[in-house]
């Protein structure tokens, strides 16, 4: 049976989970504001240029994997899609396209979650190599972050409602 991880670690395992997909006080985290959604929600803009939730969702899988790659030291551009930080989506509307878009992300966060339990809690205070803050504020970070775009997407379902004439 694996050793539980150091308490540093756990509660920063705690936050990441429940920013994604544990029930917390807190409402809605990012798993839960993606769940269910059609394509259409997904694509649909609240202005041309802003990002829609399939954007948004693609752009969340991409810093769970940055993180990632600072704690383990991974090298740049293995993300598996071409570019960074913003991908333009859908480039295809149907649900599989997004289905496989969501699995992308679950798979990144499982990744983070990966690399921050086998994380030894002395590195917490490094600063890696090219970044400003230590791995414990990334990885808060990467919890907030997650939290934000949670927040933004429940605003752009609601705006899409609304604007729908059904709010």
């Known amino acids: 049976m694996p050793a539980r991880p150091p308490t540093e670690i756990r509660l ?11 029930r917390s006080w807190h409402g809605t985290n990012l798993a839960g504001s993606l769940r269910g ?3 259409a929600l997904a694509s649909w803009r609240p ?3 802003r990002h829609n ?5 693609v ?20 993300f598996p899609l071409k570019g960074s930080n913003w991908y333009r989506r859908p480039l295809a509307k149907t649900t599989a396209a ?7 992300l679950k798979q990144c966060h499982a990744d983070l979650i990966d690399a921050v339990t086998a994380l030894p809690p002395g590195r917490l205070a490094e600063v890696p190599k090219n970044a400003k803050f230590t791995l414990e504020q990334t990885i ?8 934000y775009h949670a927040g933004q997407i429940q605003l752009i379902k609601r705006l899409y409602t609304a604007r729908r004439g059904r709010g």
């Open 98 to 104: 997004f289905r496989e878009d969501f699995r992308l």
């Open 12 to 22: 920063l395992l705690a936050a990441l989970e429940e920013a994604f997909q544990k």
């Open 47 to 49: 202005d041309p240029d």
């Open 53 to 57: 939730i399939w954007e948004i969702m």
């Open 59 to 78: 752009h969340a899988a991409y810093w769970k994997y940055a993180v990632t790659r600072r704690i383990v030291g991974g090298p740049r551009g293995s």
């Open 37 to 39: 959604l059609a394509p």
């Open 140 to 147: 808060r970070g990467a919890a907030g972050h997650d939290l």
